[in-house]
């Protein structure tokens, strides 16, 4: 079946280090996007990238980086620079603008 | 700066009444997105309206897009247990060449028995 899949699920980050949210996509979409969501908010984008080799920073990319080498892959690093990272983290993807996003199932990221 | 405010933010109704939920954006915008996302999951696609004037029916759920109001409802007939859930609106900027999403907070929506 076509999907997003993110992983993990749940992950703990202790003060200082850097972590690595993982998004696969097997629709071929080119379109990516991050998203945070902080509890009773709505969501925020961090990153999107509309082609390979090729990202945009959204309203809160302080503190987070991005990579695009692969079509299906959009990998997150949340860096030592954010301070508050502690948030649920959503991927998504879409075929072309105009069409409706599709989303991964989430990692929800703690700080220890 | 895009702003999307949906009102109420929580709406607690007893099932088969209705209800709608209203959300609003500031500044230009002819696409309107709505989701839905039940608690800890991810966010399900429910409508897209991309003109004004549009409305779009699934079930109990029918959603309107007025541009010069600048101005979406979502309404609920005969609400069921199974439609409580969180609702965001979600507005795309004008001319963008992707879909560059601005959220609402969100309508917690709970339906008792």
């Known amino acids: 079946d076509g999907g997003i899949t993110q992983s993990p699920k749940y992950l703990f980050r202790k003060e200082g280090q850097n972590v690595t949210l993982s998004c696969e996509q097997n629709?071929?979409?080119?379109?990516m996007y991050w998203y945070r969501q902080d509890p009773g908010q709505g969501l925020r984008l961090i990153y999107y990238s509309q082609i390979v080799n090729d990202f945009q920073k959204g309203d809160i990319a302080e503190g987070y980086s991005v990579s695009r080498e692969k079509k299906e892959s959009f990998p997150l690093t949340v860096t030592s620079a954010q301070k508050n990272p502690t948030a649920f983290y959503l991927c998504?993807?879409?075929?072309?603008?105009?069409?409706?996003?599709?989303f991964g199932s989430g990692t929800q990221l703690s700080v220890l | 700066e895009l702003k999307v405010e949906q009102n109420p933010l929580f709406l607690s109704m007893q099932e088969g009444k209705n209800y709608t939920i209203y959300c609003n954006y500031s500044t230009t915008s002819d696409r309107l997105y709505w989701y839905r996302q039940d608690p800890g999951k991810s966010l399900e696609s429910l409508f897209v309206l991309l003109s004004n004037g549009a409305v779009k029916q699934e079930g109990r759920l029918m959603a309107s897009l007025d541009t010069k109001a600048r101005l979406s409802t979502l309404h609920i007939t005969a609400a069921v247990h199974d439609l409580s859930a969180t609702y965001f609106c979600?507005?795309?900027?004008?001319?963008?060449?992707?879909?560059?999403?601005?959220f609402g907070t969100g309508t917690l929506l709970a339906v008792q028995p």
């Open positions: 998504a993807s879409t075929e072309v603008a105009n069409e409706k996003l599709f």
């Open positions: 629709l071929n979409h080119d379109a």
């Open positions: 979600a507005v795309d900027l004008i001319g963008g060449a992707t879909n560059k999403l601005i």
